[in-house]
């Protein structure tokens, strides 16, 4: 098959990072964008709450910083925290001018017109947000645009396998020159050439049993640019959001942090509020210390959740400020203006990942890394609720800006080997891959989650060990699939999170030992760098 001709930017990702960096780009550049599945299948479409910004006049840039620093528990960059809040109306402008349309509120007492809702860890109401449903305003909007663009092409069902770079063909430096990827409608192998490669691939959850996230953040982005010999940092710090849907048939709904933000109260199973004895900040502390008193108070009485109340608000109030959370919640019998919301802790939002410098550039000439695969300094030891979304439109920008600058000067993409399926076969035991990955799976929720221990820890990484030289076994002898990729790069940054919980002796933010229950600013007050073997400074 002929490998077509080099795009100038390759991204690999279509959420809000992906498309607005492609978007950004001048309509000279050719644009390819992958999409594992539908463009809109991603943590973008389904983020509820909202964009950090200071919109308010009695709100202030500085304030953002401080509440941004403080959630991330003395990890954050305070140069890239101030960065990324500075530009946060300018963002959020920006999107207005694509067509998202946000909640407004003619009543507003700041008279900025939006209506700003607060949440955990923020000490302003500075989240705008459309409805309960920001992500899938943000997310249809960017596609509807993009769809318009005469120089991108739209690959969805295409997941990448891995990245191509001058090591793997043989030449003196190991620029990025594109990816090997599947194409899951004809089941074949592509080559995707580029002079830039971007991954905005979002973060890892699904490496957990419960998450919050759609089945597409298998960490593929991390996994991959590990693979080339990119560093990472900070994968112990995985956001567990406190309250997802408790019921069977809900699977991965997450209930807003908003919902606490406009008064919501968490309850146990006896109607008892205790958050006030966690935290002077109640319901409102950040979601770490948030879930880390869900996760006490479900064990000390071995109940299978809590409870997230907001019935004493009106009715309309509700109906308004939470539509699809009230609608899908009476998919299950549950009516949220009359009753409580069974909620439990699942895992969120990598905290950690790729890292880049404040362009989005990685270590390899060439490749750009944004979004949740990335790590810039932003979250520290724990992310600030809708600080994510504010990211994803800051460092796109930023990487677009530094892509476009330096594409006239990009050496020509050298020619490539296709891909080679000459010495493998059909799998003959698929069962292997399903039970690998259920195995995967709930031995992290069991021994890297929300608690921590040296003993957990240790029989996390014996696992994994075992699971990886499993894997890489069968990857070298059977064609791949999309479910094989997902779980070689699952395991991947299973075990990377275990080897950076290990190296953190401390509790700090996301990351809580039993053996190590208090923060230590002595020696443990910077960021945990894993360096592959193959890393070239």
């Known amino acids: 098959m002929q490998i077509p001709a ?11 990072s992906g498309l607005g960096l492609a978007l950004r780009l001048g309509e000279s550049c050719r644009v390819a964008v992958i999409a594992k599945r539908d463009l809109q299948e991603g943590n973008t479409y389904y983020a509820q709450g909202g964009i ?39 963002n959020v402008n920006w999107l207005l001018e694509q ?13 900025n017109g939006y209506h700003l809702t607060r949440e955990g860890g923020h000490t302003h109401r500075r989240v705008v947000h459309s409805g309960d449903a920001t992500g899938r305003a943000v997310e249809t909007r960017l596609v509807d645009k993009i769809q318009g663009r005469p120089n991108v092409e739209l690959f969805d069902n295409h997941i990448a396998i891995d990245l191509i770079t001058g090591s793997k063909l043989g030449h003196a430096d190991n620029r990025c020159y594109g990816a090997y990827v599947l194409n899951r409608i004809k089941d074949r192998v592509e080559t995707f050439r580029a002079r830039s490669v971007v991954l905005a691939t979002g973060g890892a959850s699904k490496v957990y049993l419960f998450t919050t996230n759609p089945d597409v953040s298998t960490g593929d982005g991390i996994a991959m640019a590990w693979r080339a010999g990119c560093r990472v940092a900070n994968m112990e710090f995985i956001q567990f959001h406190p309250t997802c849907l408790y019921h069977p048939r809900a699977k991965s709904f997450l209930i807003s942090e908003a919902v606490r933000g406009e008064g919501g109260r968490l309850l146990l199973p006896d109607g008892t509020r205790f958050m006030p004895a966690f935290d002077k900040r109640a319901e409102l502390a950040p979601r770490d210390i948030v879930a880390r008193a869900i996760d006490h108070e479900m064990k000390r009485l071995g109940a299978d959740c809590v409870f997230l109340d907001i019935s004493h608000k009106p009715a309309d109030f509700i109906k308004t400020h939470f539509p699809t959370i009230h609608a899908r919640c009476l998919e299950f019998g549950i009516d949220i203006t009359k009753e409580p919301i069974p909620v439990v802790p699942a895992a969120h939002y990598t905290c950690g990942g790729v890292i880049t410098d404040r362009n989005a550039q990685t270590d ?28 994803c439109m800051v460092f796109g920008r930023l990487a677009s800006e530094a892509i476009s600058n330096k594409l006239a000067d990009a050496p020509a993409v050298p020619e490539v080997v296709p891909w080679d399926e000459s010495r493998v076969t059909d ?13 995967l799976r709930r031995f992290m929720w069991d021994y890297v989650g929300i608690v921590r221990s040296n003993k957990r820890l240790q029989r996390a990484k014996r696992r994994v060990d075992m699971l990886r030289r499993e894997i890489i076994d069968y990857y070298s002898n059977f064609r791949v699939s999309n479910d094989l990729l997902e779980l070689r790069n699952l395991v991947e ?43 070239e400074p």
């Open 493 to 535: 940054v299973a075990d990377l999170i275990i080897r950076s919980a290990k190296r953190r002796r401390e509790s700090r933010g996301l990351h809580y030992t039993l053996d190590f229950p208090k923060r230590d600013d002595t020696g443990q007050r910077k960021p945990t760098v894993l360096i592959p073997d193959n890393y």
């Open 52 to 90: 950090s910004a200071v919109l308010d006049v009695r709100d202030s840039i500085q304030s953002h910083v401080e509440d941004t620093l403080e959630a991330g528990a003395g990890l954050c960059d305070p140069e890239i925290v101030r960065m990324v809040v500075t530009e946060g109306k300018e």
């Open 6 to 16: 080099p795009y100038d930017v390759l991204i690999i990702g279509s959420g809000a």
């Open 99 to 111: 067509g998202v349309e946000f909640t407004r509120d003619a009543d507003s007492p700041a008279g």
């Open 364 to 391: 390899i000439p060439g490749l750009y890394v944004v979004g949740e695969t990335a790590y810039t300094g932003l979250h520290g030891a724990n992310r600030m609720a809708s600080n994510s979304l504010l990211e």
């Open 427 to 439: 799998s003959d035991e698929e069962v292997v891959v399903s039970h690998n990955w259920d195995e």
